[in-house]
């Protein structure tokens, strides 16, 4: 069983930055890939990010590429999600969410634990 807890969203203007971070309790955490989704008020949520098990591999939805970056520490347990030059369409609760297993994907389906989420919201 793993637990995450999302922390760092807040209110910022266009073009700031914030830091999330993801911390997971339980055993084993290098052994999921992790991944960062969103989700805006009327829409399904979406991929954003997604690190395999030993940090070595990343991917980004497109229109993120660029302005986020997402990283772990294994040693503390945690996962990072970078966000600069934020956009108001940026706008969303943001979830992490691990994954049995060495690669993460592109889908929520495929994701085994999630956290509560925690709101990012960019003004203009």
């Known amino acids: 069983q793993v637990q995450l807890v999302e922390s760092g969203g807040g209110l910022v203007q266009a073009g700031g930055s914030l830091r999330l971070s993801c911390a997971a309790s339980?055993?084993?955490?290098?052994?999921?890939?992790m991944g960062w989704f969103r989700q805006a008020p009327g829409k399904e949520r979406e991929f954003v990010a997604n690190?395999?098990?030993?940090?070595?591999?990343?991917y980004y939805e497109d229109s993120v590429k660029g302005r986020f970056t997402i990283s772990r520490d294994n040693a503390k347990n945690t996962v990072y999600l970078q966000m600069s030059s934020l956009k108001p369409e940026d706008t969303a609760v943001y979830y992490c969410?691990?994954?049995?297993?060495?690669?993460?994907?592109?889908?929520?389906?495929?994701?085994?634990?999630w956290g509560q989420g925690t709101q990012v919201t960019v003004s203009s």
């Open positions: 690190i395999n098990w030993s940090g070595g591999r990343t």
């Open positions: 339980g055993r084993m955490f290098s052994s999921y890939a």
């Open positions: 969410a691990a994954r049995r297993g060495y690669s993460g994907t592109y889908y929520t389906s495929d994701y085994d634990y």
